[in-house]
């Protein structure tokens, strides 16, 4: 009995670290930002899912003026490393819209607010799922560096376009 006690203490002495793999936790420097001009101000998030990546971003646009503005999704576009990388996906959008996504119109001193991930980083739900309640999408994580929306905002034909980044960083705890 003594030597089945000494060989379950070994294994369990042996199997100690791997139960202590370390976690890697996405962050954000600075936590949000923020851009304001005459017409409108804006908010940028990255959102941390369930998990410790963070896959999504929360936009938060607030009309400053007394006329209507105009979110222009299919010009917007996500930024990677100061870069175009695609558009935005967000919760409407299909595989059947996602190349021409529709305005959003944020009313003379309202506002919107818009969960988005970038379309080059989603994976789609296989189009012959039995599960109709599952969103058509999934967001993955949002690669490290500098993340940020190229923002298109319409009003009066006019086109006004601002860029808000944020830096993401991956540590390992």
Known sequence: MNKVAAVCCMVFILLIPYGCAPTRVWTSTPAFNTIENQYFSAQFMPLRND????????????????????????????????????????EGIDENTVNNPPSDVVPAGGNLLKVIAPVKLIAWKPL???????????????????SGIALVVKQNGNVIR???????????K
């Not at 490393?81 to 996906?89: C, D, N, V």
């Not at 601002?162 to 390992?172: C, L, S, Y």
Request: charged share 30%; aromatic share 14%.
């Open 51 to 90: 998990k410790n990546f963070i896959n999504q971003f929360r936009l938060v646009v607030w009309n400053k003026s007394n006329t209507e503005l105009e979110i222009d999704w299919a010009g917007t576009r996500y930024i990677y490393k100061e870069r175009p990388y695609g558009r935005f996906i967000f």
């Open 162 to 172: 601002e860029t808000i980044t944020v830096d993401i960083k991956i540590e390992v």
């Open 128 to 146: 012959k799922s039995d599960n109709k309640s599952q969103p058509g999408f999934s967001a993955g994580p949002v690669p490290e560096g500098e």
